[in-house]
């Protein structure tokens, strides 16, 4: 049983470490898939900028002292 | 033929940052404890892992439509790869301590005592689980960038030539590879994986990329570039 635990927990780990992050990503990847359908190849631009722009908050947030990395 | 080789590149890589942990715990049970239950365990965790590429990523190929097998798992592959890039920044900003395979040896070993038994159960449960685990990251990084990139032979021979490398080295060196620039490793298989995952799930939503397969490398240099302005915003005095 607790080798099961410890699977399925690696499992949910291995995308989510922030439960907010990846909160932030989907709606980010949902966005695109609206831009995407609307505006064609331009919209990906957005959708990179953004991704990226999220990665540098994030990090920012976690790199804040007196914060508690995940 | 490149993007053979880019998936191959990305299944090679993300599986060795991943055997060199698995090694770490498998020497630590056989150095400690004898090593016939801990090659069994191992072994018993090699072929579990093996079942699951073969039934997962057959299955998802055959079943799943195209696009949704891009959106889907390009979506699986960009929250792994940020996942990994994301502490691969945190370490090298300083704020996390980088991943030390000694360490991790040491600590493990510490967990240990002699086998006492003819038959070492312990020894046999703690590779099995310690292999399986670690190797769950190579079958999603193999089924993912294999099945998604219509490279299922290139990135299964990169996971197992990866698996194969760092067993013979430390079959050699007998000591955890702590020389390996395993958080370097991570931090360039997270730009990688990252990339691909925003790639592929983009072709899901419909989007055609510029230049096709070439513009992940275009993708590869803005994650990188946001990377190091994510790690100059935040660095601090290196940790131990």
Known sequence: MNFLRAAVRRV??????????????????????????????????????????QLVWFARADGRPGSSPR | MGQQLFIFGAAFLGSTVESIEALTIVLAVGLTRGWREPLLGTGAALVLLAALVLAFG???????????????????LLLFGLRWLHVAVLRSAGVLAMHDEEHAYSHAVSQLGEATSRRD?????????????????????????????????????G?????????????????????VPENTLKYGVGVILTSLGTFWAAEGMGASWPLDFVSIIGLVVVYFAASRVAIALIRRPALA
């Open chain 2, 121 to 157: 159960w312990v020894g046999f449960v703690l590779a099995l689980k310690g292999v399986f685990l670690e190797g769950l990251e190579v079958v999603f990084i193999v089924i993912a960038v294999g099945g998604t990139g219509h490279g299922f032979p290139a990135a299964i021979v």
């Open chain 1, 12 to 53: 949910v780990g291995l995308f989510v470490g922030d439960w907010l992050q990846s909160a932030i990503v989907l709606v980010i990847i949902a966005a695109g898939w609206f831009g995407v359908s609307r505006f064609g190849a331009p919209a990906l631009v957005v959708l990179v900028a953004l991704l990226a722009g």
């Open chain 2, 58 to 76: 057959q299955l998802i190929v055959t079943t799943i439509p195209d696009s949704v097998l891009k959106l889907v798992v390009g979506t699986l």
């Open chain 2, 159 to 179: 996971g197992i030539l990866a698996a194969i490398v760092v067993a013979a080295t430390g079959l050699v060196v007998r000591r955890p590879l702590a020389r």
